[in-house]
């Protein structure tokens, strides 16, 4: 696995994405890297299937995170098996939502709120056991989310299976928007 760099804590905020501060998942993350090297896989699947808690149902493995590329790893079993036992078109679906989504939210600016806007998706060939999800952002993809507190990028993921073979060809749009803190829900007028 790899981590955020220690010394990221001491990085300047919105000069360049490569030397933009770490934002809060990326500080999170970075506190494993005080673990015992056998604990630090664990505890990051832990911690992120809390956080998301679909992706601990599916069983998604997170592999590396960095704010340039993010690798997820999901294995065929029942639970995210169709009535072919290959891997379901939805699990598919969420392994590369999740690629995807890690990779923003390792970028977005803490006053921001990442959503997930579209995706396209289409299916080339039955999978072959496992897959893995592998979802990059260039420098000017990062360097628009610290730049903006505002906007949208579609982020490419290459989905891979057992034998190396892409079963999916996809993409996913993210939009950040400014995160409305401690703000109390409408309520219906009389």
Do not use: Y
Not at 3 to 9: D, F, G
Not at 25 to 32: G, K, P, S, V, Y
Not at 92 to 109: D, K, W
Not at 148 to 159: A, I
């Amino acid at each position: 696995m790899q981590l955020i760099p220690p010394a990221a804590s001491a990085m300047n905020t919105r000069t360049s994405p490569l030397t933009a501060a770490p934002n809060r998942m990326q500080r999170q993350l970075a506190r494993l890297s005080g673990l015992p090297r056998a604990l630090q896989a664990p505890a990051r699947n832990w911690v992120l299937r809390r956080a998301v808690p679909f992706t601990g149902t599916a069983g998604i493995e997170f592999v590396t995170m960095q704010p340039e590329r993010v690798e997820v790893r999901l294995r065929n079993h029942r639970a995210v098996q169709n009535h072919i036992r290959g891997v379901h078109a939805s699990a598919m679906n969420l392994l590369a939502e999740t690629a995807t989504g890690m990779v923003v939210g390792l970028n977005v600016r803490d006053d921001c709120l990442p959503l997930a806007k579209a995706f396209e998706m289409a299916f080339r060939k039955r999978a072959t056991g496992g897959l893995r999800a592998i979802a990059t952002l260039s420098p000017d993809q990062r360097q628009a989310m610290q730049a903006s507190d505002k906007g949208d990028v579609t982020v490419q993921v290459t989905v891979t299976d057992d034998a190396d073979i892409e079963p999916v060809t996809c993409s996913f749009t993210w939009a950040w928007v400014p995160a409305q803190r401690n703000t109390p829900p409408e309520t219906a007028q009389p």
